[in-house]
């Protein structure tokens, strides 16, 4: 089993910054990919960022420049530092990894964090 802990969510202004942490734990394989989505309310769950373990990246348009994801492997951490933060940010953070075990890929999910721009 996979644990998935989150922190570093919370209320920041327009334009303030923000740094998000997922740590990973329990029964990991081989780590394929790490990354965050979000969900804002009455909206889907949709892709912020990802990373592999090589260190190739993928950002949507929204928070491409302005938002960026980095990994410790060594701590099975991956992290998302967010600047220039928009009121249209505002969402529950999730954690996301995909881990490979005998030939097959499992996605995991931590529990979310909240994340609020607003004056």
């Known amino acids: 089993q996979v644990q998935l802990v989150e922190s570093g969510g919370g209320l920041v202004q327009p334009g303030g910054s923000l740094r998000l942490s997922c740590a990973a734990s329990?029964?990991?394989?081989?780590?394929?990919?790490m990354g965050w989505y979000r969900q804002a309310p009455g909206k889907q769950r949709e892709l912020v960022t990802t990373?592999?373990?090589?260190?190739?990246?993928n950002y949507a348009d929204s928070v491409r420049g302005r938002f960026a994801i980095s990994r410790d492997n060594t701590k099975n951490t991956v992290y998302l530092q967010m600047n220039s933060l928009k009121p249209e940010d505002t969402a529950v953070y999730y954690c996301?990894?995909?881990?490979?075990?005998?030939?097959?890929?499992?996605?995991?999910w931590g529990q979310g964090t909240q994340v609020t721009v607003s004056s």
């Open positions: 329990g029964s990991i394989f081989s780590i394929r990919t």
């Open positions: 996301y990894l995909r881990h490979r075990k005998f030939a097959r890929d499992y996605d995991n």
């Open positions: 990373i592999t373990n090589g260190g190739i990246t």
